[in-house]
Structures are given as structure tokens and as C-alpha cells.
């Protein structure tokens, strides 16, 4: 790929670091996991959307500006470099809308995705279950078919942003005599604020309620909320699964703005060469990280479809933000360890890196097997 951008890519970035600079807070937002801070950012989602900011590469009709992914990419390093505030939606932008416009209907795009892009619905992700995390096949939540619909039963752990989220979407087993586990599960989108559901949020080390366990009992949900054909859930949840680990989950706008702040970080606290490597280390990973995935971009749209190797995507941001913010927090010292600073913030939330979207582990499988053919490990 080429990456000397051209005059019209530029001319994107210019007005989009135009518009951040007139419109991001001059002061951080509370913390997104808080009432007070989901509030705030939901705001920010709207305040986005009235310029056409939050979700640039979608088409027009949906509150994009059908932008394409390699001004996705460059939107999002202004974004960072900007310090604008992080994004509440980002489990229905990254996640739920990629499926929706791979696998939902005309209908459920219009219905679903302009209160998306303007934060006025807000989406939690609901896969994991006790038994089933990486695991995913085992799950044992339940979709029983009913008069238009479905009926919903069973429990949903570690479900992002469902403390405050307004709506939902997640597999569920609806045919319980299918010869395989990944066989005979279904994809629906739910209210989190429907007859049955109990939500009980769950703290993060901090305190602060970053994730929730799901509750359900005998939910119901309109056939208009089945996302593909009924028992086709696990080839789209490995569609989402692959935007998710490859591309739209952290793009490295995120990680070159992160390895510029430690850099200052590290001068402000007299360059101490005992840090020196690591920083180094930070700034170098990030422009390798920015190249490999706009070569990813490149594939894409040359045709190719994401594939195992998302798996390298996956493990090498999640390592990589644990050691940049590890090491930040060695520089601040004591400051770092006590004080609520976004640099504590950013550790604690680093440390579930490894495991949320497929653990570290189940990747390296991946990458093991498919990449390079390596036999099948024991399970």
C-alpha cells in the first residue's frame, strides 16, 4: 500500500483536526463507567453526529460520511492526537454495526443505526456466559420460539457497558438437538430495560462498573430482532469476532497518541535512562502496529477478507497497552499507583486486554494452527 496519502485524504485529515480542535472538551469528561460520565459521553456522541463525526466511514444515510476505511484510519489518529474523550458506542460502532451491515436486513439498518451513530441508543455486548467465554461454542442461554418471536432465558457475564447501556445483542441456543455446540445458535438484538431483564453491574478493580452480569427470564423479542437466519449464529458471531480482533476495535490512532504522551511523559521527568528502552520500545510498536494494520486496510479493500490473521492484531494490542501504561505508571511512581489519573485509568482497563475479545490464549492457537499450520494443541 501507498501511504503517501492522497491530496483529497489530506485535505480529510485538515478538516478533521479543524473540527476537534474547535469542539473537544477543554476539560476530561468523568470517567464513561460512572452514571455522571456515561451521561457525558453519550452527549459527546451526539454532539459528534450533528457534524457527521461519529461514524465517518459509514454511508451517508445512516449519519456517516460514507468516508471509506483509510480516512476511518486517519480520522481516528486526529481523534487521539486530539485528546477527544473515549467513545461509550463503541461495542454497537466496531461490533454490532459491521454485522448489521454484512448480515442485517434494509430494515434493521435503518432502524438500528442513526440513534447508533447519535448515541441515542447505546449497545452493551452480551456473548459470555459462566461456562462459556473463550468458549464460546458451549454457551447455554436459550432462544425458545413463540408467537412472533423468540423467548429469552438464561445468564450473560461480563457484558461491557450494560451497566448504563440501553440495548444489547448476543447467541443464543435455539435448537438445543443440533449434532455440534456451534451448531443451532441464533443472533438477536434485545432491551436491556425489557420485562425480564435484571441487570447487575459488576465492578472493575477501581470500583467503577465497567461490565454486568445479564439476568433473563423469558425475554421477549421480536423476529425483527433475529440478525441472519435462525441457527446461523456462530458464522456471524465469527463475522463480528473478526472486525472486532482486526480492524475496528483499536486502531492505532489510539496507541501512536498513547506512545506520544508517554514520550512527553518521559522528558518531563528528566529522560531517566532507565525507561529509555521501554518508551523507545512504546513508539516503535505503535508505528509498527499503525503499518500492519494499513496493510490489513489494504487487503480489505483490494476484496480480501479479514482472516486468522486479526489473531496478531489482537495479541499484539492487548501486550502491547499493558507494558506503554505499565511503564507510565513506573514514571509517575507513587503518583501513578494512588491518584486517579488517566494513566491509572488506562492500566486498570489494559489489564482485561488479554482476555476480552478471545483470550491471549486463544489466539495463539489460532495463530498456531491456521497461520502456521501448526497440529491442534490439547484442549
Same mark, same amino acid.
Given at each position: 500500500?501507498?501511504?503517501?496519502?492522497?491530496?483529497?485524504?489530506?485535505?480529510?485529515?485538515?478538516?478533521?483536526?479543524?473540527?476537534?480542535?474547535?469542539?473537544?472538551?477543554?476539560?476530561?469528561?468523568?470517567?464513561?463507567?460512572?452514571?455522571?460520565?456515561?451521561?457525558?459521553?453519550?452527549?459527546?456522541?451526539?454532539?459528534?453526529?450533528?457534524?457527521?463525526?461519529?461514524?465517518?466511514?459509514?454511508?451517508?444515510?445512516?449519519?456517516?460520511?460514507?468516508?471509506?476505511?483509510?480516512?476511518?484510519?486517519?480520522?481516528?489518529?486526529?481523534?487521539?492526537?486530539?485528546?477527544?474523550?473515549?467513545?461509550?458506542?463503541?461495542?454497537?460502532?466496531?461490533?454490532?454495526?459491521?454485522?448489521?451491515?454484512?448480515?442485517?436486513?434494509?430494515?434493521?439498518?435503518?432502524?438500528?443505526?442513526?440513534?447508533?451513530?447519535?448515541?441515542?441508543?447505546?449497545?452493551?455486548?452480551?456473548?459470555?456466559?459462566?461456562?462459556?467465554?473463550?468458549?464460546?461454542?458451549?454457551?447455554?442461554?436459550?432462544?425458545?420460539?413463540?408467537?412472533?418471536?423468540?423467548?429469552?432465558?438464561?445468564?450473560?457475564?461480563?457484558?461491557?457497558?450494560?451497566?448504563?447501556?440501553?440495548?444489547?445483542?448476543?447467541?443464543?441456543?435455539?435448537?438445543?438437538?443440533?449434532?455440534?455446540?456451534?451448531?443451532?445458535?441464533?443472533?438477536?438484538?434485545?432491551?436491556?430495560?425489557?420485562?425480564?431483564?435484571?441487570?447487575?453491574?459488576?465492578?472493575?478493580?477501581?470500583?467503577?462498573?465497567?461490565?454486568?452480569?445479564?439476568?433473563?427470564?423469558?425475554?421477549?423479542?421480536?423476529?425483527?430482532?433475529?440478525?441472519?437466519?435462525?441457527?446461523?449464529?456462530?458464522?456471524?458471531?465469527?463475522?463480528?469476532?473478526?472486525?472486532?480482533?482486526?480492524?475496528?476495535?483499536?486502531?492505532?490512532?489510539?496507541?501512536?497518541?498513547a506512545a506520544d504522551r508517554l514520550h512527553r511523559l518521559w522528558e518531563?521527568?528528566?529522560?531517566?535512562?532507565?525507561?529509555?528502552?521501554?518508551?523507545?520500545?512504546?513508539?516503535?510498536?505503535?508505528?509498527?502496529?499503525?503499518?500492519?494494520?494499513?496493510?490489513? +486496510?489494504?487487503?480489505?479493500?483490494?476484496?480480501?477478507? *479479514? /482472516?486468522?490473521?486479526?489473531? #496478531?492484531?489482537?495479541?499484539? $494490542? !492487548? =501486550?502491547?497497552?499493558? +507494558?506503554?501504561?505499565?511503564?507510565?505508571?513506573?514514571? *509517575? /511512581?507513587?503518583?501513578?499507583? #494512588?491518584?486517579?489519573?488517566? $494513566? !491509572? =485509568?488506562?492500566?486498570?482497563?489494559?489489564?482485561?486486554?488479554?482476555?476480552?475479545?478471545?483470550?491471549?490464549?486463544?489466539?495463539?492457537?489460532?495463530?498456531?494452527?491456521?497461520?502456521?499450520?501448526?497440529?491442534?494443541?490439547?484442549?
Amino acid at each position: 500500500m501507498d501511504l503517501a496519502f492522497t491530496r483529497e485524504e489530506e485535505a480529510f485529515r485538515a478538516e478533521a483536526r479543524a473540527w476537534l480542535t474547535a469542539h473537544v472538551p477543554s476539560e476530561p469528561l468523568p470517567s464513561l463507567e460512572t452514571a455522571e460520565g456515561f451521561a457525558a459521553h453519550r452527549a459527546w456522541e451526539a454532539e459528534l453526529a450533528a457534524d457527521r463525526w461519529s461514524v465517518v466511514d459509514w454511508p451517508t444515510e445512516y449519519g456517516g460520511r460514507d468516508a471509506g476505511l483509510v480516512r476511518w484510519l486517519l480520522f481516528e489518529e486526529e481523534y487521539y492526537a486530539a485528546g477527544a474523550p473515549g467513545r461509550v458506542n463503541q461495542n454497537g460502532v466496531s461490533l454490532l454495526a459491521p454485522t448489521l451491515f454484512d448480515h442485517g436486513t434494509r430494515e434493521q439498518r435503518a432502524r438500528v443505526l442513526p440513534s447508533m451513530a447519535g448515541g441515542e441508543v447505546v449497545w452493551a455486548q452480551a456473548w459470555s456466559e459462566p461456562e462459556a467465554g473463550s468458549d464460546l461454542a458451549s454457551l447455554r442461554s436459550k432462544a425458545v420460539r413463540t408467537a412472533g418471536g423468540w423467548r429469552l432465558s438464561g445468564q450473560k457475564t461480563w457484558s461491557s457497558r450494560a451497566a448504563f447501556a440501553d440495548r444489547a445483542f448476543g447467541l443464543f441456543r435455539s435448537d438445543p438437538d443440533a449434532p455440534k455446540p456451534h451448531q443451532g445458535l441464533t443472533y438477536l438484538m434485545f432491551d436491556l430495560r425489557a420485562p425480564g431483564v435484571t441487570v447487575r453491574p459488576t465492578a472493575r478493580l477501581d470500583g467503577k462498573p465497567a461490565f454486568a452480569e445479564l439476568f433473563l427470564d423469558e425475554v421477549f423479542v421480536p423476529d425483527e430482532d433475529v440478525i441472519g437466519e435462525p441457527g446461523q449464529g456462530w458464522r456471524i458471531a465469527m463475522s463480528t469476532a473478526g472486525n472486532e480482533r482486526g480492524l475496528k476495535l483499536r486502531s492505532p490512532g489510539r496507541f501512536l497518541a498513547a506512545a506520544d504522551r508517554l514520550h512527553r511523559l518521559w522528558e518531563a521527568q528528566g529522560s531517566p535512562a532507565w525507561a529509555g528502552d521501554r518508551v523507545a520500545d512504546a513508539l516503535i510498536g505503535a508505528r509498527a502496529y499503525r503499518l500492519f494494520t494499513f496493510a490489513a +486496510a489494504s487487503r480489505v479493500l483490494d476484496g480480501a477478507a *479479514l /482472516g486468522p490473521e486479526s489473531s #496478531l492484531n489482537k495479541v499484539f $494490542w !492487548s =501486550e502491547y497497552d499493558i +507494558a506503554l501504561t505499565e511503564t507510565a505508571l513506573d514514571l *509517575l /511512581g507513587a503518583q501513578g499507583e #494512588l491518584a486517579d489519573t488517566d $494513566w !491509572s =485509568e488506562r492500566y486498570v482497563f489494559s489489564l482485561a486486554g488479554p482476555i476480552y475479545a478471545g483470550t491471549n490464549e486463544i489466539q495463539r492457537d489460532i495463530i498456531a494452527e491456521r497461520l502456521l499450520g501448526l497440529p491442534k494443541g490439547r484442549r
